[in-house]
């Protein structure tokens, strides 16, 4: 069974910084296009960070430049560096896997059960 287990969240002050991970496994985490995206309260889930096999990466505007995706193939892990955290950040995060893509743009195969994160101002 495919597992994608979250963790990391919590609750930090703005400007703060939290480190999310998304433990992966029963399939092949270092051929598949890996992407973070959140859901904040009351909203729509958005995209806002996604890396390929190769390393490619792409941000949402709203976190480009604090936020930095990337992966461990060795320990099939996926992570999320979130620095300069804001309260419009709040929101449950989720990783997500998909085919291999060179533009990472396909639709998610498989998705974990989210972390929450929430920053107070």
């Known amino acids: 069974e495919v597992q994608l287990m979250e963790s990391g969240g919590g609750s930090v002050q703005a400007g703060g910084s939290l480190r999310l991970s998304c433990a992966a496994s029963?399939?092949?985490?270092?051929?598949?296009?890996m992407r973070w995206f959140r859901q904040p309260p009351g909203k729509g889930r958005e995209g806002i960070a996604s890396i390929t096999s190769g390393g490619t990466t792409t941000y949402r505007d709203s976190v480009e430049g604090r936020f930095t995706i990337s992966r461990d193939n060795a320990k099939n892990t996926l992570y999320l560096q979130m620095n300069n955290l804001k309260p419009e950040d709040t929101a449950m995060y989720y990783c997500?896997?998909?085919?291999?893509?060179?533009?990472?743009?396909?639709?998610?195969?498989?998705w974990g059960r989210g972390t929450q994160v929430t920053v107070s101002s």
């Open positions: 029963e399939f092949t985490f270092s051929t598949s296009c």
């Open positions: 997500s896997a998909g085919p291999f893509d060179p533009s990472c743009r396909s639709s998610p195969d498989y």
